[in-house]
């Protein structure tokens, strides 16, 4: 009896160590955040296999953001590459390209010779006429100041059938219709008759011939 007991006690004792010894072989996990912010995913993972799986992950957003950067330095070149075939392509017809602010200061002399221009900016119409603004704040402060005097006049009775389409459009949309429309304008500088806060006066102003817009990357 008493050997069977002693044996009993050397079992419970090998069996003990197996186990704890099991149990030493088995490294704690904690949980493992993968990102950044509120958005990170977290995992169960040892400490070890967290560093690896976390540096694999920071690698895999570095390679992503490179190819978004030189997805959109693709992307910006192809636009201006395309506007500049555009510009080309307007020189080769006699236009001239200047700014909108330039045309304003020359546009007597511009009128004078018969010049033709393309000039750069946001069109808009309103009651006193189709105008070329310097910009969507300016076409928005329009109604307000009730003067349209940082534009220029727009004649579009001779314009191509596709301008005229464009600006038809950009008085429909609601939105637009207020902020104006971005676009280059191609024409002859003539002078015309513009109502002014001061009353009527003659100004340059553009025959519009017809106009373009290529979208810059979003």
Request: with cysteine; net charge positive.
């Amino acid at each position: 009896m008493r050997i069977f007991a002693k044996g009993f006690l050397v079992a419970g004792f090998l069996l003990a160590t197996l186990v704890l010894t099991g149990c030493a072989g088995v490294e704690e996990r904690s949980a493992c955040a993968l990102g950044q912010g509120e958005h990170a995913a977290k995992v169960n993972l040892t400490a070890d296999d967290c560093k690896a799986v976390q540096q694999a992950f920071a690698a895999q957003q570095a390679a992503t953001v490179q190819a978004a950067d030189a997805a959109r330095q693709r992307a910006v070149q192809k636009y201006r590459d395309e506007v500049a075939a555009r510009m080309r392509e307007d020189e080769s017809k006699g236009y001239r390209s200047t700014s909108l602010e330039n045309f304003k200061l020359n546009g007597q002399d511009l009128a004078h010779h018969d010049a033709k221009v393309a000039v750069q900016g946001v069109y808009v119409k309103t009651n006193r006429g189709e105008f070329l603004m310097p910009s969507a704040l300016a076409t928005s402060q329009v109604d307000a100041k009730r003067t349209p005097d940082e534009g220029v006049n727009l004649l579009s009775r001779s314009a191509s059938r596709s301008a005229k389409r464009v600006f038809a459009q950009c008085q429909k949309d609601s939105i637009k219709s207020k902020l104006g429309c971005p676009m280059t304008v191609l024409g002859e500088a003539v002078l015309c008759d513009r109502t002014t806060i001061f009353g009527m006066a003659q100004a340059p102003c553009i025959a519009v011939d017809d106009n373009w817009y290529i979208p810059p990357p979003g």
